[in-house]
């Protein structure tokens, strides 16, 4: 996904919708990025050795990957869920899309609250820093409760995160299901 980045564009070969409209600076910068992270990487590995690189940095990284991506994939992807097209897309009902899912205290208080607390993130990334998630998705619930629109809000328990990722990818990873499709 990162590499390839399918469907959209890529996050290390530039590429695609996500990089159309954006300005020869902030390309810049992404390539800068990259080159960054290789170099340091192929100096540990060249100072570390392969076995000592694999173990101390590649085995906790792809950990780390497979976490962001995992729960990032769960946000975005519901039995529910909807699939907008360019022509009925909107930021506000895409947002409304995500899901806030509950890992358990623990891991949801770790997360900063990224993950009971992304449809917050999606409706209002630019006033509410992550260390008032909590607060501000127990604000948006109350309000949409008030307002009747709790319909629009989706929230699901999911505590056995690895059993759910194997049934979203079973579920949505290869196929469409049209019937999830909004056109005009």
């Not at 050795?49 to 792809?62: K, Q």
């Not at 999606?122 to 607060?135: C, G, I, M």
């Amino acid at each position: 996904y990162l590499l390839a980045g399918v469907p959209d564009g890529g996050h290390v070969i530039f590429y695609g919708r996500m990089w159309e409209k954006s300005k020869m600076k902030e390309k810049l910068n992404a390539y800068f990025s990259v080159l960054v992270s290789v170099a340091t990487s192929a100096a540990l590995w060249a100072k570390l050795g392969f076995a000592n690189f694999t173990v101390v940095c590649m085995v906790p990284w792809l950990v780390m990957s497979f976490w962001l991506f995992m729960v990032t994939y769960l946000q975005h992807h519901s039995d529910d869920g909807k699939i907008y097209t360019d022509d009925t897309f909107t930021f506000e009902k895409a947002a409304f899309e995500t899901v806030d899912r509950n890992y358990g205290k623990w891991i949801n208080r770790m997360s900063h609250h990224m993950m009971d607390g992304h449809v917050v993130h999606h409706l209002l990334f630019e006033k509410v820093p992550h260390y008032r998630l909590e607060d501000a998705t127990v604000a948006l619930v109350k309000g949409m409760k008030e307002r009747g629109q709790l319909d629009l809000y989706k929230s699901v328990e999911t505590k056995h995160f690895t059993q759910e990722i194997v049934k979203q990818f079973n579920n949505n990873w290869f196929f469409i299901n049209e019937k999830q499709v909004v056109r005009k």
